[in-house]
């Protein structure tokens, strides 16, 4: 079991690395160079949203760090990245007009988009909330241990679709 987590938890990893790597500096490695010898830490990052979102989250962290390079003095950062009330948060360390319709498009977007899988979703759940299409709802409200696992696999499979220059598991 753990097996799949640890698989999913990588490629998560794997896409806040990429996005710092190509961002250095909405994602402050610029500023904040990673001591050698210390392995990228993409807590450091806080981008915490499932596979589905995360082309929206890559295209407005694209457009931001356009911004910081061809506006003097302008050095915007990422805080956080995350899932809240079953909408996409994008944190900065500080804003502009420009930055907050950037943040305003990607959450709109993220709004309609199925968290785990990429496709059309909408706004569902009760005490707890989610952006999910029907089918990953109906699996998310089905949870148990016993299907957990083909769950994360798809969501595996959708990141390394979405994301995944080179494939190295098996
Ligand atoms: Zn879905």
Redesign the pocket.
Same mark, same amino acid.
């Given at each position: 079991m753990s097996n799949f987590y640890d698989k999913y938890f990588e490629k998560q990893k794997l896409f806040a690395q990429s996005l710092a790597e190509k961002y250095p500096i909405f994602f402050g490695i610029a500023r904040m160079p990673i001591e050698k010898g210390i392995p990228f830490n993409p807590i450091q990052l806080s981008i915490d949203v499932d596979a &589905?979102w995360w082309k929206i989250v890559e295209e407005a962290s694209a457009a931001i760090e356009k911004l910081n390079q061809e506006t003097p003095n302008m050095e915007i950062q990422a805080t956080q990245i995350k899932e809240k009330f079953g909408g996409l948060r994008i944190y900065t360390n500080y804003t502009t007009d420009e930055v907050e319709a950037i943040i305003e498009e990607a959450e709109k977007k993220a709004a309609v988009t199925?968290e785990?899988?990429g &496709?059309p979703?909408s706004l569902k759940g009760g005490s707890w909330l989610y952006t999910?299409?029907d089918?990953?709802f109906a699996k998310r409200q089905t949870r148990t241990f016993d299907n957990i696992e083909e769950e994360i696999t798809e969501i595996v499979q959708t990141a390394k679709e979405m994301f995944d220059p080179k494939d190295e598991d098996e």
């Open positions: &589905g199925c785990t899988c &496709g979703g999910l299409c089918e990953c």
